[in-house]
C-alpha cells in the first residue's frame, strides 16, 4: 500500500534530477553555516559549486560518528537554535552522546516516511498502533508515533517495560500493529504464554521491528509466535530516526529506501571507496532535505548491500539487505572476522532452540575463546542428557565450518538468558575489561 505514490513511484531518471538538485542545496547551505563542513570541504577540495552530478558525490568528505562526539552538542547544526523545535540524543553509552536536532518541517518529513512506513507495513486509518518503542531521548518513540498518527491510526503510547500490562491492554483494546524491538516482540510473547493468553486469541495483524539488526530465521520465530506479519524497519537517529527504509509487506524482501529524502551509497569499509551495484560493503547516507542536521555522507558502520531490482510493491526506490554486522561491531576472534548476525541465523535455523542467546568472548592464556550461550525449549532440556550433547556438538560444528574457528556451546533452559525491554544485549566481550 502507498502513501505517496507520486514520490515512491517516481521514474528513476525523475528521481536522481530531484537527488542531484537537493544535493545541492544541501552542500550550499552546510557549507555556508557549519564550519566543520566548511572545512572538510575546502580540505577535499571541492566545492558545492563543483557538484554537477550524483557520481560527484564520491568526492565529498564523509562524516562519522566521532565528527559528531566532537561537535558535541551542537556543533554540526545547521540553523539557529531559534528555529529546532526537538532535540533527541543517543545513550551515550559509549562516549559523548550524539545530539540531533529538528525543526518544524524537519518533524513534518519525519512524520510523512513514518506514515509511508506504515502504509508499506500494510496499516492504516482505523488500526490501533501498539509502540512499545522507548519515549524520551531515543528516537523510536516518537517517530513512530507521529507516522502512526498521520495515517489516521489510533496509537497507544506504550513505550517499554510493564509486559504483563503490555498484554492486558493489547488484548483489552484491540491491539492490531504492534511496533518494538524484535528481542522484546519475542519477550512479549513469553509474557502472554505465561499469563494464559495465546496470542492468536488478540488482533495484531502485523509487527513493525527494528534497532536492533535481525534475520530472516527470527522472521519466521516471530512470525510464529506472536501470529502476526513481521516488517523490518531501519533508521537511525543521525539520519532522522526510524523511517529511513522498510520492508513491503507484499515482498519482504530488502528494505526501501526513501531516496528523495536519503542518498545510500556503499563502500569498501577499509579503503572507503564506492563499491560496484550489488556489492555487500558499508551503508553511507547523505541526507537530501533535513534542515536543522543535514549529514553529509555518514558512516553508518552497518553491512548491506543495495537491491536494485523491480519490486512487486511498484515502489521505485532501491532496496536494502537486512544489515548482516557492522563493521565496528565485527567481532575479530584468532584473526577471523565473526559477525553476531550470522551465528543468528545459524542458531535459528536449529529445531528446538529458542531465539533468545548470548555471544561471550574471552581471553586464555593470551588465546581468544568464543561460547555460545542459547535457550532450548522445555521439552528438549529435560530430555536425555544424551540429546543435549548432540545439539551443543552439532552446532559447534556447524560454527567451526563456517568460521574455521572452535567454539563452546552451552545449551541452557528456558528464560536464563536476560529479557530486554529495548535492544538486546547479544555480545559480551570480557577481554576490553582485561586489556
Known amino acids: 500500500?502507498?502513501?505517496?505514490?507520486?514520490?515512491?513511484?517516481?521514474?528513476?531518471?525523475?528521481?536522481?534530477?530531484?537527488?542531484?538538485?537537493?544535493?545541492?542545496?544541501?552542500?550550499?547551505?552546510?557549507?555556508?553555516?557549519?564550519?566543520?563542513?566548511?572545512?572538510?570541504?575546502?580540505?577535499?577540495?571541492?566545492?558545492?559549486?563543483?557538484?554537477?552530478?550524483?557520481?560527484?558525490?564520491?568526492?565529498?568528505?564523509?562524516?562519522?560518528?566521532?565528527?559528531?562526539?566532537?561537535?558535541?552538542?551542537y556543533g554540526l547544526f545547521c540553523t539557529p537554535m531559534e528555529q529546532v523545535v526537538r532535540i533527541h540524543a543517543s545513550s551515550g553509552t559509549t562516549g559523548k552522546p550524539t545530539v540531533v536536532?529538528?525543526?518544524?518541517?524537519?518533524?513534518?518529513?519525519?512524520?510523512?516516511?513514518?506514515?509511508?512506513?506504515?502504509?508499506?507495513?500494510?496499516?492504516s486509518r482505523g488500526d490501533i498502533v501498539h509502540n512499545a518503542y522507548g519515549y524520551g531521548l531515543f528516537t523510536g518513540g516518537l517517530g513512530a508515533h507521529y507516522g502512526a498518527e498521520k495515517v489516521g491510526a489510533s496509537v497507544i503510547p506504550?513505550?517499554?517495560?510493564?509486559?504483563?500490562?503490555?498484554?492486558?491492554?493489547?488484548?483489552?483494546?484491540?491491539?492490531?500493529?504492534?511496533?518494538?524491538?524484535?528481542?522484546?516482540?519475542?519477550?512479549?510473547?513469553?509474557?502472554?504464554?505465561?499469563?494464559?493468553?495465546?496470542?492468536?486469541?488478540?488482533?495484531?495483524?502485523?509487527?513493525?521491528?527494528?534497532?536492533?539488526?535481525?534475520?530472516?530465521?527470527?522472521?519466521?520465530?516471530?512470525?510464529?509466535?506472536?501470529d502476526l506479519d513481521a516488517i523490518d524497519i531501519y533508521g537511525l537517529s543521525e539520519i532522522i530516526g526510524p523511517g529511513v527504509s522498510i520492508e513491503c509487506i507484499e515482498a519482504k524482501h530488502g528494505m526501501?529506501?526513501?531516496?528523495?529524502?536519503?542518498?545510500?551509497?556503499?563502500?569498501?569499509?577499509?579503503?572507503?571507496?564506492?563499491?560496484?551495484?550489488?556489492?555487500?560493503?558499508?551503508?553511507?547516507?547523505?541526507?537530501?532535505?533535513?534542515?536543522?542536521?543535514?549529514?553529509?555522507?555518514?558512516?553508518?558502520?552497518?553491512?548491506?548491500?543495495?537491491?536494485?531490482?523491480?519490486?512487486?510493491?511498484?515502489?521505485?526506490?532501491?532496496?536494502?539487505?537486512?544489515?548482516?554486522?557492522?563493521?565496528?561491531?565485527?567481532l575479530i576472534i584468532r584473526g577471523v572476522?565473526?559477525?553476531?548476525?550470522?551465528?543468528e541465523a545459524l542458531l535459528m535455523n536449529v529445531k528446538a532452540i529458542e531465539p533468545h542467546y548470548q555471544i561471550i568472548v574471552d581471553s586464555?592464556?593470551?588465546?581468544?575463546?568464543?561460547?555460545v550461550q542459547v535457550e532450548v525449549n522445555h521439552h528438549l532440556f529435560s530430555d536425555e542428557i544424551r540429546h543435549l550433547q548432540n545439539l551443543s556438538a552439532s552446532i559447534q560444528k556447524d560454527i567451526k565450518d563456517l568460521y574455521g574457528i572452535s567454539c563452546k556451546v552451552s545449551l541452557v533452559e528456558p528464560k536464563t538468558i536476560a529479557r530486554s525491554q529495548g535492544k538486546a544485549v547479544r555480545v559480551i566481550d570480557r577481554r576490553k575489561d582485561r586489556a
Request: glycine letters at 6%.
Open 158 to 226: 506504550m513505550s517499554g517495560g510493564n509486559s504483563k500490562k503490555q498484554i492486558m491492554i493489547m488484548k483489552d483494546f484491540g491491539s492490531t500493529v504492534l511496533t518494538a524491538t524484535p528481542s522484546y516482540a519475542l519477550h512479549l510473547a513469553e509474557v502472554a504464554e505465561e499469563e494464559g493468553i495465546p496470542m492468536e486469541s488478540l488482533n495484531l495483524k502485523v509487527g513493525i521491528f527494528g534497532a536492533e539488526p535481525w534475520s530472516n530465521a527470527m522472521r519466521q520465530e516471530l512470525e510464529a509466535k506472536l
Open 256 to 330: 526501501h529506501i526513501m531516496e528523495d529524502h536519503f542518498i545510500a551509497e556503499i563502500i569498501d569499509p577499509e579503503s572507503g571507496e564506492p563499491l560496484p551495484p550489488g556489492e555487500k560493503g558499508e551503508l553511507v547516507f547523505t541526507t537530501v532535505t533535513k534542515e536543522a542536521f543535514p549529514l553529509i555522507r555518514y558512516r553508518t558502520r552497518d553491512i548491506t548491500r543495495l537491491i536494485s531490482e523491480p519490486c512487486r510493491c511498484g515502489r521505485t526506490f532501491h532496496r536494502m539487505e537486512k544489515v548482516s554486522g557492522r563493521s565496528d561491531d565485527m
Open 101 to 123: 536536532g529538528y525543526t518544524r518541517r524537519d518533524i513534518e518529513i519525519w512524520s510523512e516516511l513514518m506514515a509511508r512506513c506504515f502504509s508499506a507495513a500494510g496499516a
Open 364 to 371: 586464555k592464556d593470551h588465546m581468544d575463546t568464543l561460547e
Open 1 to 73: 500500500m502507498l502513501w505517496n505514490e507520486e514520490f515512491e513511484t517516481l521514474p528513476r531518471e525523475a528521481l536522481e534530477a530531484l537527488q542531484l538538485k537537493r544535493l545541492r542545496t544541501t552542500c550550499e547551505r552546510v557549507y555556508a553555516n557549519v564550519p566543520f563542513y566548511r572545512q572538510a570541504f575546502d580540505a577535499a577540495g571541492i566545492k558545492p559549486s563543483d557538484i554537477r552530478s550524483l557520481a560527484d558525490l564520491s568526492r565529498l568528505p564523509f562524516t562519522t560518528k566521532q565528527d559528531l562526539r566532537d561537535s558535541y552538542p
Open 337 to 343: 572476522n565473526v559477525f553476531p548476525s550470522q551465528i
